[in-house]
């Protein structure tokens, strides 16, 4: 299964989630989309509050392609350059890319501070909390469970669409 993670604090958060959605979905098969999770930034705290989601489904893209494709619908939905870490329209990771583990200068998987994200793990642990982390050895709902001590934000329903 190969994971996607959303993320937005600028605009019109909920409507950039949807477009985002709509999008990946000409070039990815989207069997499982979590709700969405209001959550506090990290790394940079003075900024608003983030909507977050994940997706996890199936593409006949490789890693890199995916990803790419991914840089696509961000440069679509008006991502620029901004401070890592920093407010975004729109932020669309490739996670984890079934039992892919690969290192390059575009992209390495899985990601490699998932399992410090809370406003990753919370939404993958309810819609696909057995699946294992081919480094640490570890299920979804595992790492979930060591994060216990983080606020795992406000779960919100997709709104209907527009």
Not at 53 to 58: C, L, P, Q, R, W
Not at 96 to 121: K, N, S, T, W
Not at 141 to 150: I, K, P, V, W, Y
């Amino acid at each position: 299964m190969i994971i996607l993670a959303l993320g937005t604090n600028m605009g019109d958060r909920f409507n950039q989630l949807h477009r985002a959605r709509q999008k990946i979905g000409a070039f990815f098969n989207i069997r499982h989309c979590s709700d969405i999770y209001e959550t506090a930034p990290q790394y940079l705290t003075n900024q608003p509050m983030f909507l977050n989601a994940v997706m996890a489904g199936e593409t006949a893209l490789s890693p890199l392609d995916l990803l790419r494709a991914c840089k696509h619908v961000e440069k679509e939905l008006g991502r620029t350059t901004a401070p890592r870490f920093g407010p975004r329209c729109i932020d669309v990771d490739v996670v984890m890319y079934g039992d892919a583990v690969m290192q390059c200068d575009e992209l390495i998987l899985p990601h490699p501070r998932m399992h410090e994200r809370g406003f990753v793990l919370h939404p993958l642990c309810d819609i696909l909390p057995n699946i294992m982390h081919p480094i640490h050895q570890k299920t979804i709902a595992d790492m979930c469970h060591e994060l216990a001590a983080s606020d795992p934000g406000k779960k919100i329903s997709w709104p209907p669409s527009t």
